[in-house]
């Protein structure tokens, strides 16, 4: 089970999400997040974290060049876009040396058709709530059309309670977490963090 642990902006929440075995690590640059941080503060916290775990960048609704500058202003090692970006954006990231991470709401992936959806398998997609990080608990009959059929994780209002059932009901490659791992709103608790990871992995 894939985990990634987002919105960090503390080396202790870093040290945290690494030494519980996180595959993953987000950093917020999107506008108007509590959890938005500086390229420089990302650079910093990412100089303690091992080869093996990425950098995850998160970005919504924001120029792909400007999204690129600050993945390489901060040395991550993937982007993720969670806006309205195309398959293309994806690819000009890729091509730039990213890993890549494509979110959805899972309604927004329900509306697309069969030729978009079938684009997007070969891609790491992530399904989200409607509202990314406001700790809405992401619903599974939303997946009317089934769960993708690619590489995929599981996000939206997932918390140490409830991330082993819904990972157990729809089978994602991993699960992704913020304000599940929150003693209040954009800060990170370490004993919710090491919770929710031990429970993700006792999903499979």
């Not at 506008?31 to 303690?48: D, F, K, N, Q, V």
């Not at 059309?145 to 991330?163: H, Y």
Request: aromatic fraction near 6%; include cysteine; charge should be negative.
């Amino acid at each position: 089970m894939y985990v990634k642990i987002c919105g960090l902006q503390t080396a202790e929440a870093v040290a945290t999400a690494i030494e519980a075995g996180a595959n993953a690590v987000g950093f917020v640059f999107a506008p108007g997040s509590p959890r938005t941080i500086t390229a420089e503060l990302a650079r910093e916290l990412g100089r303690t974290v091992p080869a093996d775990v990425e950098t995850v960048g998160v970005f919504r609704n924001q120029p792909i060049d400007k999204v690129l500058e600050i993945a390489r202003a901060a040395s991550l090692t993937t982007v993720q876009l969670h806006g309205n970006e195309t398959l293309s954006d994806i690819m000009r990231a890729r091509k730039a040396g990213f890993h890549t991470l494509r979110a959805f709401s899972a309604a927004a992936h329900n509306d697309l058709d069969t030729h978009e959806k079938l684009a997007w398998e070969s891609e790491r997609i992530l399904l989200d709530a409607t509202e990314p990080g406001a700790g809405v608990t992401f619903d599974p009959t939303l997946l009317e059309g089934g769960a993708p059929a690619g590489f995929w994780l599981l996000a939206g209002g997932l918390t140490p309670g409830n991330v082993a059932q819904l990972a157990s009901a729809l089978r994602p490659n991993g699960v992704d977490v913020s304000s599940g791992v929150e003693s209040s709103r954009g800060i990170k608790d370490a004993r919710l963090i090491r919770d929710f990871i031990k429970a993700a992995r006792a999903s499979l």
